[in-house]
């Protein structure tokens, strides 16, 4: 039997983190002996938490002290320069594809699966592929737990962030590292993505965003979140010095972190297709698609984002701007989605984002014309498979009749 002094230093540090949930001393514990002893001493499973430090190829940890638990540890003691950081709950028959286009990402990298307590096959998926490290969360934490615990499991200098759903491009984090390498201090670098159709994510054709910053991004991202998630990578220290993911919010974790680093760092941009990101739909489970909640909180973080020092120190009058461009984006949005769900058939979808427009900006014509029109024109809508509009609802009637 391997002794702990086997085990890849970075599981033995890690392994040292999660011992909150039963000992509250872990923040006192100086080393993995004295870890390994707490529990022992209040739990009477030492050996359960020897066999999971061990972490056999294939081995599944079955202690129950840790929320998290390291299955199948796919790089070894070897330190890759990029960890790709994967977060997934129940979509285990997307993640196959998600996985082979990480793998196909980088030359030089290890994939970091952390399964926020799935309840299909998603276990299953990635103990049968080789080359990979899986995290398993007991309880649903949410993506913001899930992502926190991967970057502290990594000891690469770089992260990669790729959603469950989305797809890389070959080569693209080597392209993207490249460019940071030469960069000095940069935070992060983030690309251009193809929007990619709901079902399967295959590509439309379609880019976003239509153009990135490089340099001091700060006031850009306090107007519009330019930055898909899933064509990011960032510095591993300068992710922990900035503190990480907010569990706290549901949604729009990364819009937060990506302003709190733009900040303090400067940030890259690769103005070219580095990933595919799977458009929200109606029925597709992605938090966006509940666009009422959604808004309402991105009203409330934006808020606390011009609350930030350097925010706070520019004259009234400029952020009272940047607030009222940044919701004039999330409203035309709004009614741009209805427009979008016009033109595949679900009209009850476009109802509910009219209403919520209108809510947001009462007194301004475009969502409540666009509403009237659709009631006025309900019985005589017809689906017709289109490309997604980037007109407002009130001009797509010639398309539509």
Known sequence: MRGTQDVPRRF?????????????????????????????????????????????????AACDLFDVVVVSPGG???????????PTRNRAELLPATLESAFAAASDAEIIVVDDASTDDTEAVCRGTP?????????????????????????????AFLDDDDLRLPGSIDRQLAILDRAGES?????????????????TGWLVPDQ??????????LEANFIVVSTVVAR??????????DPELPTLEDYDLWVRLAEKYRFEYLDEPVAVYRARSDVSGQKTSDRAVHDQIHKDLHRRLLALPRAAEAPARWRRRVHRKHMAIIYDSLVYDAA?????????????????????????PKAPGSLLWLHLRK???????????????????????
């Open 12 to 60: 033995r540090m890690y392994r040292a983190q999660l011992c909150r949930p039963c000992h509250p001393e872990r923040s006192r514990c100086g080393s993995l002996a004295r870890c390994q002893n707490l529990a022992a001493t209040s739990c009477g499973t030492r050996s359960n938490v020897e066999q999971s430090l061990r972490m056999p190829e294939g081995a599944h």
């Open 76 to 86: 070894g003691a070897t330190m890759k320069k990029v960890s790709i950081v994967i």
């Open 131 to 159: 080359g990979l490290t899986y995290i398993r969360l007991r309880e649903q934490k949410g993506t913001s737990t899930a992502r926190n615990e991967a970057i502290r499991a990594s000891a690469a200098e770089f992260v």
């Open 187 to 203: 935070a992060l670098i983030c690309g251009r993505a193809f929007i990619g159709e709901p079902q399967y994510s295959l590509p």
């Open 212 to 221: 990135g910053v490089v340099g001091d991004a700060f006031w850009q991202l």
């Open 236 to 245: 591993r220290r300068v992710l922990l010095d900035c503190g990480l993911f």
């Open 340 to 364: 979008r769900s016009l033109l595949t058939g679900n009209v009850e979808a476009a109802r509910s984002w009219l209403i919520a427009a209108m809510r947001m900006k009462p007194w301004h």
């Open 379 to 401: 019985k005589h809508l017809q689906y017709e498979p289109s490309r997604v509009p980037t007109v407002p609802v009130m001009s797509i009637e010639r398309r539509l009749g």
